[in-house]
């Protein structure tokens, strides 16, 4: 993959940073939410454009509630706190949050708490229908544990993901979306953000978001095709997760992913206060709280500098 580079980058503004993704993650998760499963002609019907945290939705939530994109985050962010990387703690804690009866999970995040339950088997075997977008969307935490790390962020990448997806384009999609929070993580600029996604693009070409097609379902390709278009087609937080919750689909999650990119590289600032004073304050303080913690726990913190693994040189705009 080419040379690796290495430099340090400033610790209070990588930790405000992983504040932002992991909130960024939740407020897209809450706004989303509302208009989970509608598509876009439906929400500009109703809504004109959506960008209030009202809830409601399918799900009938409270304003600011998260679901489980959120929910499995805090489970991963709490384990990685609690005990280091032990995918067997996390797949333990995904048990807990199940058995709570939370107002929804998906199919295959089901299917996989189910085997581990009834199996003990951490990791399931590949599965052609694991090709959803569930184990991308908790990729907040995993990024900033592992920051400073390319190996590691693999490691914990592909072992959190294949507790509940074992799928070639959940690991890329998963890994793609850890590399690009971390380049944010340590201010990397947008051009340097679409080498990155270009790359996978080349290798996985159903990820191809150029010309956009305006498929926003939990097939993993259709989120990533969302999710990098309006990530590199808007200049700021709230533009980028308002236009990618109002497309519909699975809105949610597509929600939720390109907040906790767009969090980290635009910052904590560029969140909307009353988005971030709608959330419950309890995952809001815990969110933060995880966020210093995972990012002091740190090979970045501890001393090792920051590797970067080049990508191929595509350009900076997107591959059609």
């Known amino acids: 993959m080419g040379t690796v580079s290495g430099y340090l980058a400033h610790l209070p ?11 960024g993650l939740a407020v897209g998760d809450a706004l989303g939410a509302t208009v989970e499963f509608m598509t876009a002609g439906e929400i500009h019907a109703k809504y004109g454009v959506h960008r209030k945290m009202i809830g409601g939705g399918w799900l009938r939530l409270r304003p600011g509630q998260v679901t489980d994109d959120t929910q499995m985050s805090l489970c991963i962010a709490r384990s990685l706190v609690a ?19 939370p107002p929804d999970v998906g199919n295959t995040c089901r299917r996989g708490i189910a085997r581990f339950i009834n199996q003990g088997t951490v990791h399931g075997l590949p599965n052609d229908g694991d090709a959803g977008n569930g184990a991308v969307m908790r990729m907040a935490p995993v990024a ?27 690991d890329a999609a998963s890994l793609l979306v850890g590399r690009l929070i971390q380049l944010a993580l340590i201010g990397h600029a947008m051009d340097r953000l679409q080498r990155q996604a270009n790359d996978t693009v080349t290798k996985f070409r159903s990820f191809r978001f150029a010309p956009y097609h305006g498929l926003a379902t939990a097939y993993v390709a259709d989120t990533m095709q969302t999710v990098l278009h309006f990530l590199f087609s808007t200049s700021s937080f709230e533009e980028c997760v308002v236009a990618t919750v109002n497309q519909g689909g699975d809105a949610d999650t597509t929600g939720a992913i390109v907040g906790a990119i767009a969090g980290a590289y635009y910052g904590l600032d560029s969140i909307p206060r009353d988005w971030l004073r709608k959330l419950d304050p309890d995952v809001r303080d815990e969110l933060t709280s995880l966020a210093d913690q995972l990012v ?8 090792q500098p920051v590797t ?9 705009g997107a591959l059609g």
């Open 83 to 101: 005990v280091g990387y032990s995918p067997e703690d996390i797949a333990r804690r995904f048990v807990t949050w199940y058995q709570s009866k």
């Open 144 to 170: 900033v544990a592992a920051l400073a790390d390319e190996r590691l962020l693999e490691d914990m990448t592909i072992g959190q993901a294949h507790i509940t997806h074992h799928h070639p384009l959940s």
């Open 308 to 316: 970067v693994f080049p990508p191929a040189k595509h350009p900076g």
């Open 13 to 23: 503004d990588v930790r405000m940073r992983a504040r932002a993704s992991l909130l």
């Open 296 to 303: 002091d726990r740190s090979p970045l913190a501890n001393g």
